[in-house]
């Protein structure tokens, strides 16, 4: 399979002359009956494709308002499965395409064998799972091979020429760039070394690259963005609609337009 909707997405947004913006968002949170509601919005916001986050019990990525909005969506009874069979029920109205954030628990209890069709049937083309690391990816890639499920690898500020290699020879969908050294959550500033990273990425990669973690005004998306093909926005977002403060969101989307690369 081609694995190209996710990568498609971002290309044609960059080829519009903006940067690819990716909120996202914890599903569940306000219970489950939000999900559509959000997704909807994010889509006519201009969101290029969506991070659905799925709330996990012992999660090694998330910062503090992540972790929280996991917990508040847990207390809900939100399960990966849970949230496939939703978003199923209004796939049809969803033009982004979706990726899902979850931990390879979850995916191994939901089934391997299972979690493909089921990708399909709900609208969703990504997985990201941050606790599965390339060496160990295998098992998940036999399961999607013949999907059009991209598993997207991350790629950290300390990961070595010869890993940054490999990652990107196996990347599919997108390179995630984590642009701090530790978890989510938002931050006033990011390392001097980023812009090189972010070069070296670019360089490396048959796949668009996007920058994600600790972004969370217009001015970094604007500024991170120019450095990338595009922005992951996640701590800002979750917050956001947790608040209901959705005019925060249009205006953190909206620095992404028309941003010119400095590349």
């Known amino acids: 399979m081609t694995k190209q909707q996710v990568k498609r997405a971002i290309i044609a947004c960059n080829e519009r002359g903006d940067k690819a913006f990716v909120p996202y968002i914890m599903a569940g949170d306000g219970g489950l009956e939000t999900l559509k509601k959000n997704i909807l919005f994010l889509q006519e916001a201009g969101a290029t494709a969506i991070e659905v986050g799925i709330p996990f019990s012992d999660p090694v990525a998330d910062g503090e308002v992540i972790q929280q909005a996991g917990e508040r969506a847990l207390a809900k009874g939100i399960t990966l499965r849970k949230v496939m069979n939703e978003l199923a029920t209004f796939k049809d109205e969803v033009t982004v395409p979706l990726v899902i954030m979850t931990y390879l628990n979850p995916v191994l209890s939901y089934g391997l064998q299972v979690i493909a069709a089921d990708c399909e049937k709900s609208g969703v083309y990504g997985l990201i799972i941050p606790d599965l690391p390339l060496e160990e990816s295998g098992i998940l890639k036999d399961a999607l091979k013949d999907s059009d499920v991209a598993l997207i690898q991350l790629v950290s500020l300390t990961s070595p020429a010869e890993r940054i290699e490999a990652i990107a ?38 796949v ?17 963005g120019a450095l990338a093909d595009g922005v992951i926005v996640g701590s800002a977002i979750v917050t956001a609609l947790h608040e209901n403060d959705l005019s925060t969101i249009s205006t953190l989307i909206g620095a992404s337009k028309n941003t010119v690369s400095k590349i």
């Open 169 to 206: 020879k196996a990347a599919e969908g997108f390179i995630y760039a984590v642009t701090v050294n530790g978890i989510t959550g938002v931050r006033s500033s990011f390392t001097e070394g980023l812009e090189g990273h972010l070069q070296r990425l670019k360089a490396a990669s048959s």
């Open 208 to 224: 668009p690259v996007l920058a994600g973690f600790g972004i969370s005004t217009p001015e970094q998306v604007q500024n991170l």
